[in-house]
Every structure is written in C-alpha cells, then in structure tokens.
C-alpha cells in the first residue's frame, strides 16, 4: 500500500500563488507516475498534471503555461501553481500510480484550493 499526503492548499487571490506538495509512504518502490487531480463543486474529476518516471509532464490545456508539476526520487511530488484564476477553485488530490497517471491505483485525502476574484 501507498501513503498520500498533501498540504499547501488554502485561500488565495486571484493572480497569486500557491504550491501544493505531496508525500508520499509505504509501498513507495511500485510508483512509476504520479498526477494531481482536482474536482471542483457539481463536476467531474479531472487531471491537472502527470509526470511518469522519465521524468516526461503532461498538463491540461487550461492549466498549461501557470502550473509545473515535479517529483523526486523519493516519490514525493509538488504543483507549482502561478497566476492563479478564480475557476482553479476546487479540491485538489495527489495522485499515485503503478503504470500510467491517468489511470491511479492510489489518492490523497484531498486539499481545498480558493481563488477568490
């Protein structure tokens, strides 16, 4: 089993910052991609960004050019978050995979990203 943990969420304006970073425990050596995912109020998850183990990114199209996801070797991964827009508002979830960051065997609890305008 895989731990997520993430923190760095919170209340911001928009144009601003945030970063968010995720933890990552347990069974740590069958992670080959990780993602962060955010579901905001009446819609669907979605992915944000992925990374896989080469290191090659893959980001939403309303996202690309503000938000840089990273990893290290220890499996943790951060989400760098810039000129940030009321409509990032949700809940943002680190994501964990054996294979592939779109398809995730493991999730964090979850951490609330506002943007007010």
């Known amino acids: 089993q895989v731990q997520l943990v993430e923190s760095g969420g919170g209340l911001v304006q928009a144009g601003g910052s945030l970063r968010l970073s995720c933890a990552a425990s347990?069974?740590?050596?069958?992670?080959?991609?990780m993602g962060w995912y955010r579901q905001a109020p009446g819609k669907q998850r979605e992915l944000v960004a992925g990374i896989n183990s080469g290191g090659t990114t893959n980001y939403a199209d309303s996202v690309k050019g503000r938000f840089t996801i990273s990893r290290d070797n220890a499996k943790n991964t951060d989400l760098q978050m810039n000129s940030l827009k009321p409509e990032d508002t949700a809940v943002y979830y680190c994501?964990?995979?054996?294979?592939?960051?779109?398809?995730?065997?493991?999730w964090g609890q979850g951490t609330q990203v506002t943007v007010s305008s």
């Open positions: 347990g069974s740590i050596f069958s992670i080959n991609a």
């Open positions: 994501a964990a995979a054996v294979f592939t960051f779109r398809n995730p065997d493991y």
